[in-house]
């Protein structure tokens, strides 16, 4: 069974902190992982996706990648109240199907 | 671009009715998957449809059905509905070819709720 795994949270950070959420899953061959955030009420957005080691950037988001040890997080700076949703960790472990496991969810909370 | 659209947004059954959910994809995606999401067990995959036929499927029992139009729109259909069937159906679409870079993009799903 192909899982991924996420703290559930709530991760509480203050306004303007780092917050970071993190992912782990269960098969080594895996090549896609995805972040998505979910405001309440709401369908997943997509974040950002990696397919290689190393880290990978885009404006406040960063996620990184270590497929030796099935590791996948997202880091937020500067990190606004309006950050404050469910990050949900998909991966991809089906090359060549468009099918992804999703973990349950991390709950980031903001404080201004 | 337009984005996925789904229908309708809400739907209230009884147990033992069948239900119908409609979702168009992006304009040039090919591939569509549901997705069931509970507060207990998360966002689940149901199946994906690529070019009118399932590609993969989830472990779901047989009273979920899907299929895809050739103008790549798809619905998913559930029927002899079980209180436990209350949830969010999410569908995402995506191009379908690009392998396991595949990025989906979700809709506003339909939330059920069975009475």
């Known amino acids: 069974q192909k899982e991924v795994e996420q703290n559930s949270g709530p991760l509480s950070v203050p306004e303007g902190a780092i917050a970071s959420l993190n992912c782990t899953y269960s098969d080594r061959v895996s090549q896609s992982f995805f972040w998505y955030r979910q405001y309440s009420g709401k369908s997943p957005e997509l974040i950002m996706s990696i397919y290689s080691n190393g880290d990978k950037e885009d404006g406040r988001f960063t996620a990184q990648l270590n497929k030796a040890s099935q590791y996948v997080s997202l880091l937020i700076r500067d990190s606004q109240p309006s950050d404050s949703a469910t990050y949900l960790c998909a991966v991809n472990f089906i090359s060549g199907y468009s099918t992804l496991t999703f973990g349950k969810g991390t709950m980031l909370l903001v404080s201004p | 671009k337009a984005g996925v659209t789904q229908t309708p947004r809400y739907l209230i059954k009884t147990r033992g009715q069948q239900v119908t959910l409609s979702c168009s994809p992006i304009s040039g995606h090919r591939s569509v998957s549901w997705y069931q999401q509970t507060p207990g067990q998360g966002l689940q995959f149901l199946f994906e449809y690529f070019s009118e036929t399932q590609r993969n499927k989830g472990n779901f029992p047989g009273r979920f059905s899907g299929r895809q139009f050739s103008n790549s729109r798809s619905e998913m259909n559930v029927s002899t509905l079980e209180l436990g069937d209350s949830a969010l159906y999410l569908c995402?679409?995506?191009?379908?070819?690009?392998?396991?870079?595949?990025?989906?993009?979700f809709g506003p799903g339909t939330r059920l709720t069975v009475l």
């Open positions: 995402a679409s995506s191009i379908g070819t690009s392998g396991s870079s595949d990025t989906q993009y």
